[in-house]
């Protein structure tokens, strides 16, 4: 089973978020056994951002980890796990907050495609990026 990056390299739609990954340094993260579950904002997330957002962040690796970090969290939550919980702690170590009785929402984002598995965690792909604070 192939990992989370080897996934979002494999799968169409995460151009942004694998040049994202890469500019972060946090291939090698992502990679590891984990488990992690991660919130994968896809291109149409990104596209959503202000123009100029992506670039801006690509050339801060400090600021962009953050903020990838924000969109993963330790462990493998599944959908139906998410739907026990109000909020989880990112590995950036703010709270998302998870509704997941009906429509799956993290935060500001709409789960469009749930329990991708990979095999150090899971995928939860979103329509939008998720920022902290707000």
Known sequence: MPTIVE??????GFETLVAAVKAANLVEVLQSDGPFTVFAPNDAAFAKLPPGTVQTLVQNPPQLARILTYHVVSGKWSQADLATV??????????IPVRANGLFEVKNATVVAADVEASNGIIHVL???ILMGG
């Open 86 to 95: 109000d909020s989880l702690t990112s590995v950036e170590g703010s709270p």
């Open 7 to 12: 996934i979002a390299l494999q799968t169409e």
């Open 127 to 129: 329509d939008n990026v």
